[in-house]
Nanobody, 115 residues
Framework: QVQLVESGGGLVQAGGSLRLSCAASGSISSFNAMAWYRQAPGKERDMVATITSLGTTMYASSAKGRFTISRDNAKNTVYLQMNSLKPEDTAVYYC?????????WGQGTQVTVSS
């Protein structure tokens, strides 16, 4: 069982930056992929960014050019650097790790971007 703890959320003005962290209780090196999702009030949870075990990254169109996902296997942590934040980025952000037979989610961290 792996536990994920997100941190780094908060209130920021439009145009600002935040870096989210997701710390895993166990090794992440064996997982196929780690990802960040977000869910705004009244909306579905959507993928924001994904990074595979080989370091391949994928981004939602809304995140391309502004967000960067990275992972530090030594620290069992995945990050999401968010720049040029917009009010529409306001949501609860969730970390997810996926293995061949496992799928774990964090509890989420709130990001609020004021206009």
């Amino acid at each position: 069982q792996v536990q994920l703890v997100e941190s780094g959320g908060g209130l920021v003005q439009a145009g600002g930056s935040l870096r989210l962290s997701c710390a895993a209780s166990g090794s992440i090196s064996s997982f196929n992929a780690m990802a960040w999702y977000r869910q705004a009030p009244g909306k579905e949870r959507d993928m924001v960014a994904t990074i595979t075990s080989l370091g391949t990254t994928m981004y939602a169109s809304s995140a391309k050019g502004r967000f960067t996902i990275s992972r530090d296997n030594a620290k069992n942590t995945v990050y999401l650097q968010m720049n040029s934040l917009k009010p529409e980025d306001t949501a609860v952000y969730y970390c997810r790790v996926v293995g061949s037979r496992s799928d774990y989610w964090g509890q989420g961290t709130q990001v609020t971007v004021s206009s």
